[in-house]
């Protein structure tokens, strides 16, 4: 797996595409929400809402988290993004990031 540098993800906006690569599979998705959530400071309530965002759902949804500034670990960056058709571009489309993802043994998707 080549690694993947999450800090990419804060250029993501709302309406960008991405693809992500599990196995020979490709899944497309387009960003529908991002935000920036305080985490250094806040409270245990406020933590664990933040946290509600790793948490399984009911629906299909690629979320990426990481610390935000990258450089530090005062804020979360979350970013969600929904199923989507296939760019009609193809793979190279300009505002489509592309994941490498592995499966586990349990056949669970990670970065």
């Not at 300009?94 to 056949?107: A, V």
Request: overall charge positive; hydrophobic content about 30%; aromatic content about 8%.
């Amino acid at each position: 797996m080549a690694g993947i540098d999450l800090k990419r993800a804060s250029q993501n906006e709302v309406g960008d595409r991405v693809q992500v690569y599990v196995g020979e599979q490709t899944y497309y998705y387009m960003v529908s929400q991002k935000m920036i959530l305080k985490e250094k400071g806040e409270s245990p309530h406020i933590r664990r809402e933040n946290a509600k965002w790793i948490a399984p759902t009911q629906d299909e949804r690629l979320t990426m988290v990481t610390c935000w500034p990258y450089t530090n670990n005062t804020h979360r960056l979350v970013v969600v993004s929904s199923p989507a058709p296939p760019p009609r571009h193809g793979p190279h489309h300009p505002t489509l990031q592309s994941l490498r993802m592995r499966e586990n043994l349990s056949g669970e998707a990670f970065l």
